[in-house]
C-alpha cells in the first residue's frame, strides 16, 4: 500500500480539515476506503482482558456499489460495520468517507455532531433487530424517519411507509398496531423499512435478512436493487452465502484467509 | 419625699424632646433616610420600648417622634377618626412629651399619623404621612419564610404574589383582598400599604406628600418618596377596582364622594358616616371641597 | 445543528474542601466524599455541549451527581466553580447585560447576579423533576401552575394565560375540565404531565428530563415518553435527559455521558455506549440492564 503524498490531482473539490489530510491520500473516485482497520475490546470486568475482533482490516467501496462482506462467524464482519457507523469506536485505522457535502472526512476520528449529521442525512444502517418506540404504530414508525428527514409532510411520509410495508408484505391492518407485538419477520421487515424509507446515501446492512422467509427475502432483495438504481451505496452483511454472493457485485473477506 | 416629687426630679433631667433619646432617633432617621433611598423597601431597624404594647402603633410612634420639631402640627387619627382612644392617647403623648400643637383639621397639620387609613382631603408637599403597619411584608400571604421573602424581593421574584391574585380570580372571578393591598412601588418593590381600604391605594400614587410605614413590632420602616409611581397588582383583563358607594351618602354631611362606614341602627337598619371623621367635621361647617 | 448551551468545568462542593480531597474522591477513588475533611463533591468538572435539537442523556446512579448537574445548569444550586454560556438566543435578547457586544455566546452565567439567572431560566428553560412536588404547587391549580412562569416572564392578562394553559395541559393530555382542579388530586402520571405542561409554559428551547419517568407504571411511562418525544419534535426542543434507565437514554438521546461519584466517566453516541463500553463502570451498568 501507497503512502506516498498524491500530486495536485486532489480527488476532492470541497475543502478537507486539517485533521484529516489524510484524506489526499485516499484512492480516487471511492465512496468508502477502509485501511489497516483494528478492533479490540477490552474487557474490565473480567480484568482488563482484550478480545481482538478485528485485525488490519483494508479495502475499498466505490460510489454506487454493493460491497457484501464474508467470512467465518466470529470473524468481525458486523463490528467493521458498526466501525463505519461510529457504534463501535475503532482501536486503530482509518475509514475514510466521502460525504455528499463535508468533503472526505475520517468516520473513526471525527466529531460526534458530525457523525450525527451524517446518520441523519447521509449514512442508514440497518441492524438485525427493531428497536420498537413505545406507543407507535408500524407505519408511524416508519414514516417517521421519512418525515423528520425528508422535511415532507406526515401524510406524504404516511402514504411513502404504507406503499413500502405493503411491498415488503407486512398486512394493512398491522398498520396502526404496535410493532412490539408482531413476529420475528414481520419486526424484521418493518425494521428494514425504517431504515431504508428515507434513501440514505450509503446503507450499512448487518443481516438484515437473518429471520426472514424466503418470500420476504426476495422483496427485501428487489427493495434493494431499486435503491440501488437510485444511487444509493451498499455494504452488508448476509447469513446466507449464496444470498450475498446473488445480491452483491464484489465480496471482500474478513478474517484470516481461507 | 413622696413619689410623685422622687418621680418628677428622676424624670426631668433625663427627659428629652419628643421622649426618644438621640440615639434612638438617629437610628430611627437612619432607617428613614435609606427606606427614601429605596422606595418600597423595607429596612430593618432597632425598633426600642415604648409606653405602649408592641402592635398598637409604636412603628409610626417612633417614626413621628424622631421626626417631631417644636412647632409642628400634628394630627393623629385611628381608622379615620381623631376622637378613638388610641388616637387620642398617642396625640396626648406628644402634646406632653414634645409640646407639640394638635389639630383634627389634616390641611393645618404638618404631620399626619394614621393607622388604617389616608385622610381624605389631598396632602401637600408640606406634609408628611406616617403610617402604622402590623404585617410589613407583602409577601407573607404567600411565603412563610423569611428567608425567601427577602430573596423574592431581592431578586423581584413576584410570580407567586401574582399566582395569588391568578387563583383568586379563577376560583372566585375577583380578587379577594380588601384591605392590604399589594402594590409595585417605583416599578421594583412589592409593598404592603398598610391595612388601608383599598379605596385609599390610588391616593399613594404620585402624591405631594412623603409616605412613612413603620411595624414596630416587626422592627420594619419601609417609604413611600413624593411623585413616585404606586401600581396595585391587576392584570389587563382584571383590573383593581376601589370599593363601591354608589347610592350611599353620609349621614352626616352628604358627602357621596368619600369612604364610607357602614354602621348598625339599633332598629336594624343601616346607614352610613364618613370614616375621615375630621373631613367629615370640616364638611359639616360649611367648608367646601375645591 | 449549532450549539445551544455549553458548560465548563462545573464543580458542586459541599463542605470546606481539602488539599487531598481531589486524590480521595471521584470515579477512581469509588466515592465523592472526601474521607479527610468530610466534604461531597456532587459534581467535578463536568464539562458539556448540547447542541440545538439535541438530546443529550446523563446516565450513572444514584449518588452519581447526574441530578446535580441539571439542578446547577437550572440554577436550582449555585456552583462552587464552572462557566454556563448560552448561545445568542431571540428569548434572551430583553434581558441586559447577557451579551457582550459581537459576541455570539452569552457572558458566564453562573456569574451573574440571582435576578438573571432566573430571567435566563425562565426565559431559555423548563425543567421536569422526578418528583412531582419539586416542580409544582400541589395546592393550587393546574392552570395556576402552568401560569406561575407566565407570570414570571411578566404575562398580565388573565384570559392570555388561560388560553396558553388550556393548550399546554391539552397537549399534554390532561382534561381541560380538571384545569382549576390542583396537581394534588391527580395520579402521579398526570402530575408528571402537568409538570410538562409547565416546564414548557414559557416555550423554552431548552428542556432539563430529571428521572422523568421514574416511578411510573410501564404504560404510564410509555405515554409520558412519547408524549416528550412528539413535543421535542413539534417544539424542535433540545433536552438534558438525566436517567438510570438506559432504555429511556436509549429512546430519547443521540449523545450520553456516564456519570460516576460526580465524574463523567464517559461520553459519547448513545448507541455507542450502550454497545461499545469504554469504561469499566460504564461496562458494569451495560451489563447490569434488563433486556
Known sequence: MTTAPTTQTSVQPTAVPASNSVAETSSRGSMLTIRNLSKTFRLHMLGGVELPAISEVSFEVLPGEFVGLSGPSGAGKSTVLKCIHRTYLATSGEILYRSAHRGTVDLVSVAEGEILEFRRTEIGFVSQFLRVIPRVGAQDLVAEPIRLRLGVDLETARLRAASLLDRLGIPRKLFSAYPATFSGGEQQRVNIARAVAWEPRLLLLDEPTASLDKRSVDAVVELFAQLRENGATMVGVFHDPELLERITDRVVRIGAEP | ?290 | MEALLRAHGITRRYGPGCALCLDSTGADAGTNRCPTCGSVWACRDVSLELRAEEALGIVGESGSGKSTLVKLLHFDDPATSGYLELARLRQLEGIGGIYADGCDWSRDLFSMDRYRQRRVRDASMGIVYQHPHLGLRMGVSSGGNVAERLLSAGWRSIGAMRQRASHLLERTEIPLSRMDEPPRNFSGGMQQRVQIAKALSGDPPILLLDEVSTGLDLSVQARVLDMIRTLREELRLSMVVVSHDLGVIHLLCQRTMVMKNGQVVESGLTDQILQDPQHGYTQLLVASQLQ
Open chain 2, 1 to 290: 419625699m413622696r413619689v410623685r416629687e422622687w418621680m418628677d426630679r428622676e424624670a426631668a433631667p433625663r427627659s428629652t424632646f419628643a421622649f426618644l433619646d438621640d440615639g434612638a432617633k438617629k437610628d430611627v432617621r437612619r432607617a428613614l433616610l435609606k427606606a427614601v433611598a429605596i422606595p418600597g423597601y423595607q429596612v430593618p431597624y432597632g425598633s426600642r420600648e415604648m409606653p405602649l404594647a408592641r402592635g398598637w402603633g409604636t412603628g409610626g410612634i417612633q417614626i413621628t417622634l424622631s421626626l417631631l420639631k417644636p412647632d409642628d402640627i400634628v394630627k393623629v387619627i385611628d381608622q379615620g377618626c381623631d376622637g378613638s382612644v388610641n388616637a387620642v392617647n398617642i396625640k396626648k403623648f406628644y402634646e406632653r412629651t414634645a409640646g407639640v400643637e394638635i389639630t383634627t383639621d389634616t390641611a393645618l397639620a404638618t404631620l399626619v399619623q394614621t393607622r388604617h387609613r389616608i385622610p381624605e382631603e389631598p396632602l401637600t408637599d408640606r406634609q408628611i404621612l406616617v403610617l402604622q403597619v402590623p404585617y410589613p411584608e407583602a409577601l407573607r400571604e404567600v411565603e412563610p419564610s423569611e428567608a425567601q421573602t427577602r430573596r423574592m424581593h431581592a431578586e423581584a421574584d413576584y410570580a407567586r404574589m401574582w399566582l395569588h391574585l391568578y387563583e383568586d380570580i379563577v376560583r372566585f372571578g375577583e380578587i379577594r383582598i380588601s384591605y392590604r393591598y399589594p402594590c409595585t412601588v417605583n416599578g421594583r418593590h412589592v409593598m404592603d400599604p398598610s391595612p388601608i381600604p383599598r379605596w385609599d391605594v390610588p391616593k399613594l400614587h404620585m402624591a405631594d406628600a412623603l409616605f412613612l410605614f413603620g411595624a414596630g413590632r416587626e422592627r420594619r420602616i419601609y417609604a413611600i418618596p413624593p411623585h413616585t409611581r404606586v401600581e396595585p397588582l391587576e392584570f389587563e383583563d382584571h383590573r383593581f377596582r376601589v370599593e363601591d358607594f354608589s347610592g350611599k351618602s353620609c349621614a352626616r354631611c352628604g358627602a357621596t364622594d368619600t369612604f364610607l362606614d357602614e354602621i348598625l341602627m339599633p332598629d336594624g337598619s343601616q346607614t352610613h358616616y364618613c370614616s375621615d371623621s375630621g373631613h367629615c367635621d370640616k364638611r359639616r361647617a360649611g367648608w367646601k371641597p375645591c
